[in-house]
């Protein structure tokens, strides 16, 4: 069993930068892949990034160019670095990690709100 605990959400002005931290509590080197999801009220979950164990990285297009994924081995923790950051992208988001076995696993998400 993995659990997952994010941090890092907050209420962010348009444009702004926050960076998004997600601390499993096992070896993540050992998942299959890591991702961070959204979802916004009335909305389906959605996918905003992800990386493989093999360092395939894969970006929703709305936030290419202006999000990036990375991890730190070392303190099992997947970072969302997310700049210029828009109204649209007010969500509640997720980190999701995936096992060989194919087990998945979900954190409690933390709230992200862009409003000035």
């Known amino acids: 069993q993995v659990q997952l605990v994010e941090s890092g959400g907050g209420l962010v002005q348009p444009g702004g930068s926050l960076r998004l931290s997600c601390a499993a509590s096992r070896s993540i080197f050992s998942m299959y892949a890591m991702a961070w999801y959204r979802q916004q009220p009335g909305k389906q979950r959605e996918l905003v990034a992800s990386?493989?164990?093999?360092?395939?990285?894969n970006y929703a297009d709305s936030v290419k160019g202006r999000f990036t994924i990375s991890t730190d081995n070392a303190k099992n923790t997947v970072y969302l670095q997310m700049n210029s950051l828009t109204p649209e992208d007010t969500a509640r988001y997720y980190c999701?990690?995936?096992?060989?076995?194919?087990?998945?696993?979900w954190g409690q998400g933390t709230q992200v709100t862009v409003s000035s």
């Open positions: 990386i493989t164990s093999g360092s395939s990285i």
């Open positions: 999701n990690a995936d096992l060989v076995s194919g087990m998945h696993y």
